[in-house]
């Protein structure tokens, strides 16, 4: 790219050739801009959420477009455009429809917002997350860790929304690794929010209602537990919560901030 762009301008600057030199001159103006405007993001956006092209996508696909859209929807922001904006800019373009619009919104903003809070916009991470790489924690407990993108409903419980972003969610590589298919509250609020959406199937939502019962019966035996441990529950537990309800993860955290309090 770089050599095509010298070989231009070494025949733009040869005598007489003072109007190729404008016209050079013009093109470096416009690409300038259009690098400065929040069009590309926007156009970025578009492309990247698009429901026909997530449809075509193998399994798990969608997880570098993730991080692909978390930098794109930082890029707008950074010059100027509300992110919630940009995200109703973008589904104008690639016309998705409500009630799915709501739902990838409401998932992109909540990622974002991971983002901004585990600090992955350092010039490093910025360049991953553009590439579609997954990026490293740079605060909190977790720093050093690489972002991971979870599946708030279990793969292996709804297939058919293993590509959808309004199921795709930012997490630490430990966080996800030992959330592994454990089922909540949380999780089966979102799946209802999901089939009433139309987006899952009803033998999916079944299995989900059957796993969140079993989970329950699990949590049941740690909550006392956790009850001595985190009480009252300082910021990073509150964290751990958003990020991830599983309570093995809690588990394994909770003496640690025991420690750090006393």
């Known amino acids: 790219m770089l050599q095509k762009l010298q070989a231009r301008l070494a025949r733009a600057f040869r005598p007489g050739k003072r109007k190729g030199v404008s016209v050079l001159i013009g093109a470096l103006i416009l ?3 259009w690098m400065l405007s929040p069009v590309q993001a926007i156009q970025s956006l578009a492309s990247l959420s698009d429901p026909d092209k997530l449809a075509t996508l193998d399994e798990r696909g969608a997880n570098a477009r993730v991080n692909k859209i978390v930098f794109w929807l930082w890029d ?6 509300a992110p919630e904006k940009a995200i109703r800019w973008a589904q104008s373009l ?24 585990l600090l992955l916009f350092t010039p490093g991470n910025r360049e991953r ?8 924690i740079a605060r909190g407990p977790y720093a050093g860790q690489s972002v ?4 708030i409903v279990p793969y292996s419980l709804a297939p058919e929304i293993g590509n ?17 298919n454990h089922i909540t509250t949380r999780q ?11 987006l899952m199937k009803q033998e999916s939502m ?9 989970s329950a019966l699990q949590d049941e035996k740690v909550r006392p537990f956790l009850l001595q441990q985190l009480a009252p529950p300082p910021p990073v537990y509150i964290f751990a919560m958003m990020l991830s309800p599983n309570t093995e993860h809690l588990i394994s955290v909770a003496p640690s901030i025991k420690r750090a309090k006393s």
Do not use: C, W, Y
């Not at 997350?129 to 490293?136: F, W």
């Open 31 to 33: 690409v300038g801009l």
């Open 76 to 81: 707008a922001r950074a010059k100027g455009i």
């Open 94 to 117: 690639n016309r998705t429809k409500e009630p799915r619009a709501s739902l990838v919104k409401e998932s992109l903003l909540k990622n974002l917002q991971i983002a901004d809070e």
């Open 129 to 136: 997350l553009r590439r579609g790489q997954a990026a490293k």
């Open 148 to 151: 991971e993108i979870d599946h």
């Open 164 to 180: 959808e972003l309004a199921n795709l969610e930012m997490l630490p590589q430990t966080v996800n690794r030992q959330k592994s």
């Open 188 to 198: 089966l609020v979102h799946a209802q929010r999901l089939f009433d959406a139309g």
């Open 206 to 214: 079944q299995r989900v209602r059957a796993a969140t019962e079993k």
